[in-house]
């Protein structure tokens, strides 16, 4: 099944509701970062949350979410493209919890004290815009909805389900988003508002009968109309250019100091694990470059 995000509209026009199915993205970047169990369902949320949020974006937009916590993961950090790209990476892949009542323990493993903060890209010449908020209850579909009713008063329910098979490999994974835009009935959010109280289980109707059957389910009695589908995907933004600029920021002494003491410098991209290798000389040129930059 091709991972993808399906885009509707009540009748109205007062509520809107997305919903993606991207177990094929989350089996792919889950194996990058060789994540334990309980981290790739931490990380598959946290993609079927980056596919959302990037369906919201306008062309050129990019959006990025960081999930920092006192757990051992430590951080998770998803970022999202207009066009449907998604990538994702955490601190600690191999960090791991107990399930508590059956569940998977993704507070376990990402800590219940901690913030989320999301920055938008909004375009060329822009700039970034960014917001935080302390986690909520560290499921990351919770703490996302907060983040947009609080920071972007956007009343918003997200829903992130993800589930392995016996080999520990991601099966399904997907969720959804609702938002309460200026037109919306009172009638209609509460239907809607039923409708997920009752939902059974994300991943399960996922695996079934993908995006469609989640908004099926979700809409109800109400009528809606679909109003685009279209594919996600893994993509690295990693460059070598842009790894160039981030050894400029750390400025020449330390460049001069890589270059001393190892004669030569690998950084290693955290979402594709691709390794970019800098000799002697051009860590001298870089070098330099930062401290022609220092005297402008």
Same mark, same amino acid.
């Given at each position: 099944?091709?991972?993808?995000?399906?885009?509707?509209?009540?009748? %109205? *026009? *007062?509520?809107?509701?997305?919903?993606?199915? +991207?177990? *094929?993205? #989350?089996?792919?970047?889950?194996?990058?970062?060789?994540? %334990?169990?309980?981290?790739?369902?931490?990380?598959?949320?946290?993609?079927? #949350? /980056?596919?959302?949020?990037? #369906?919201?974006?306008?062309?050129?937009?990019?959006? #990025?979410?960081?999930?920092?916590?006192?757990?051992?993961?430590?951080?998770?950090?998803?970022?999202?493209?207009?066009?449907?790209?998604?990538?994702?990476?955490?601190?600690?892949?191999?960090?791991?919890?107990?399930?508590?009542?059956?569940?998977? @323990?993704? &507070?376990?493993?990402?800590?219940?004290?901690?913030?989320?903060? +999301? =920055?938008?890209?909004?375009?060329?010449?822009?700039?970034?815009?960014?917001?935080? +908020?302390?986690?909520?209850?560290?499921?990351?579909?919770?703490?996302?909805?907060?983040?947009?009713?609080?920071?972007?008063?956007?009343?918003?329910?997200? *829903?992130?389900?993800?589930?392995?098979?016996?080999?520990?490999?991601?099966?399904?994974?997907?969720?959804? $988003?609702?938002?309460?835009? &200026?037109?919306?009935?009172?009638?209609?959010?509460? /239907?809607?508002?039923?409708?997920?109280?009752?939902?059974?289980?994300?991943?399960?109707?996922?695996?079934? /009968?993908?995006?469609?059957? $989640? $908004?099926? @389910?979700?809409? /109800?009695?109400?009528?809606?109309?679909?109003?685009?589908?279209?594919?996600?995907?893994?993509?690295?933004?990693?460059?070598?250019?842009?790894?160039?600029?981030?050894?400029? %920021?750390?400025?020449?002494?330390?460049?001069?100091?890589?270059? %001393? =003491?190892? @004669?030569?410098?690998?950084?290693?991209?955290?979402?594709?694990?691709?390794?970019?290798?800098?000799?002697?000389?051009?860590?001298?040129?870089?070098?330099?470059?930062?401290?022609?930059?220092?005297?402008?």
């Amino acid at each position: 099944m091709t991972d993808r995000i399906v885009r509707s509209l009540s009748i %109205s *026009g *007062g509520i809107r509701i997305l919903a993606c199915s +991207v177990a *094929g993205l #989350a089996r792919e970047v889950c194996a990058l970062q060789q994540a %334990s169990p309980t981290v790739s369902i931490a990380l598959g949320r946290g993609l079927a #949350a /980056g596919a959302l949020m990037g #369906a919201l974006l306008k062309p050129e937009q990019r959006v #990025a979410m960081k999930f920092e916590g006192n757990g051992p993961m430590r951080k998770m950090i998803i970022e999202a493209d207009f066009d449907g790209a998604v990538r994702g990476s955490v601190g600690e892949p191999a960090a791991d919890a107990a399930p508590v009542d059956g569940r998977w @323990n993704v &507070p376990g493993v990402l800590g219940r004290a901690g913030f989320l903060t +999301v =920055s938008k890209d909004i375009g060329v010449g822009s700039v970034p815009y960014s917001g935080m +908020v302390q986690l909520r209850d560290s499921e990351i579909g919770g703490d996302l909805a907060y983040y947009l009713t609080d920071s972007e008063q956007i009343p918003s329910a997200v *829903g992130l389900g993800a589930a392995l098979d016996e080999n520990g490999v991601i099966s399904a994974c997907g969720g959804f $988003l609702v938002q309460a835009l &200026p037109k919306a009935l009172e009638s209609e959010i509460d /239907g809607v508002m039923e409708s997920i109280a009752g939902l059974a289980p994300i991943s399960g109707i996922i695996a079934d /009968g993908g995006p469609e059957a $989640l $908004l099926a @389910n979700l809409w /109800g009695g109400l009528g809606y109309a679909t109003l685009e589908s279209r594919d996600v995907f893994f993509r690295c933004g990693c460059f070598r250019e842009k790894v160039e600029r981030a050894l400029l %920021s750390v400025g020449p002494s330390l460049l001069e100091e890589m270059r %001393s =003491s190892e @004669n030569r410098a690998e950084v290693r991209c955290e979402f594709c694990g691709k390794t970019y290798a800098f000799s002697a000389d051009e860590l001298c040129q870089l070098a330099a470059s930062a401290v022609a930059q220092d005297k402008l």
